[in-house]
T-cell receptor
Framework: DVKVTQSSRYLVKRTGEKVFLECVQDMDHENMFWYRQDPGLGLRLIYFSYDVKMKEKGDIPEGYSVSREKKERFSLILESASTNQTSMYLCASTTWFEPQHFGDGTRLSIL | DAKTTQPPSMDCAEGRAANLPCNHS???????VYWYRQIHSQGPQYIIHGLKNNETNEMASLIITEDRKSSTLILPHATLRDTAVYYCIPTLGDYKLSFGAGTTVTVRA
């Protein structure tokens, strides 16, 4: 089975901090994704990557950046955390023409 | 992306079949219909997908109408662990999944 592991289930940070969310997959997938999920808004794509060192903006990239230095790892960075970035963050991975596999999410609170 | 309409909620008795409808009347000819579910406090889980033909796997069956404007996900013998939000997602497979509100399914003992 595909395993997508997010480094933290719960995280509390302060406004203005730089926040790193880590995601690792064990299936040698080319494609990795970061979403955020908010009540009433569904899942929204922040960034995705289809290869090492490659990245593409999703629907809501503002305030975020990503890093993919190794194929199995995709990091989401909140450059200067703000309260409106309090959310559930979900990472997913897939290979071409296959369904996405999701991690269990990181519930991030920005105080 | 095609718009979808799903009932907001549905109850089902344990052991009975659960039939979850989805309308996607604006689906394009090359869009697949994917179904995911999300159990509370977990990430979404892939269930099944199809293009034109009906599909079955170990989790569920997917019935797609001939005009492809709607589909039904069937959980043949619902268990308490099937309580979740179920999402119907038409997609080209270009990885930009768009999750709407879905159907909250509650399986009751």
């Amino acid at each position: 089975d595909v395993k997508v592991t997010q480094s933290s289930r719960y995280l509390v940070k302060r406004t203005g901090e730089k926040v790193f969310l880590e995601c690792v997959q064990d299936m040698d997938h080319e494609n990795m994704f970061w979403y955020r999920q908010d009540p009433g808004l569904g899942l929204r794509l922040i960034y995705f990557s289809y290869d090492v060192k490659m990245k593409e903006k999703g629907d809501i990239p503002e305030g975020y950046s990503v890093s993919r230095e190794k194929k199995e790892r995709f990091s989401l960075i909140l450059e200067s955390a703000s309260t409106n970035q309090t959310s559930m963050y979900l990472c997913a991975s897939t290979t071409w023409f296959e369904p996405q596999h999701f991690g269990d999410g990181t519930r991030l609170s920005i105080l | 992306d095609a718009k979808t309409t799903q009932p907001p909620s549905m109850d089902c008795a344990e052991g009975r079949a659960a039939n979850l409808p989805c309308n996607h009347s604006t689906i394009s000819g090359n869009e697949y219909v994917y179904w995911y579910r999300q159990i509370h406090s977990q990430g979404p889980q892939y269930i099944i997908h199809g293009l034109k033909n009906n599909e079955t796997n170990e989790m569920a069956s997917l019935i797609i109408t001939e005009d492809r404007k709607s589909s039904t996900l069937i959980l043949p013998h619902a268990t308490l662990r099937d309580t979740a939000v179920y999402y119907c997602i038409p997609t080209l497979g270009d990885y930009k999944l768009s999750f709407g509100a879905g159907t909250t399914v509650t399986v009751r003992a």
